[in-house]
């Protein structure tokens, strides 16, 4: 083993730890290892829903709009605005 390959044990040798206690740290540590990439994938989750959100609502607008621009006729349209205006001179 080369010098470089045994530092990994000097803070271990240096506390003097039994087997069973660098097993415990390595285990704890191993543990706050993966929680934080548990976290860390949730909150890439959360930000991938958000967008994936996103982009769906203004697929659905898109969508809206060219199905309004292409099934109302102009006679269509005008009618609606006469309407629309009716109604707001009853409710005024």
Known sequence: MTKRGGD???PFMK???SAK???AEAKQAALVISRRGEDEVA???AKAM???RSQFVEGVIGAAKHAAA???TDTHHRRLIEEFTK???VKS
């Open 87 to 89: 109604d707001l001179a």
């Open 70 to 72: 292409n099934s109302v």
């Open 43 to 45: 909150r890439e989750q």
């Open 8 to 10: 990994w044990k000097k």
């Open 21 to 23: 206690q660098i097993l």
């Open 50 to 52: 958000v967008h994936l």
């Open 15 to 17: 506390r003097n730890l």
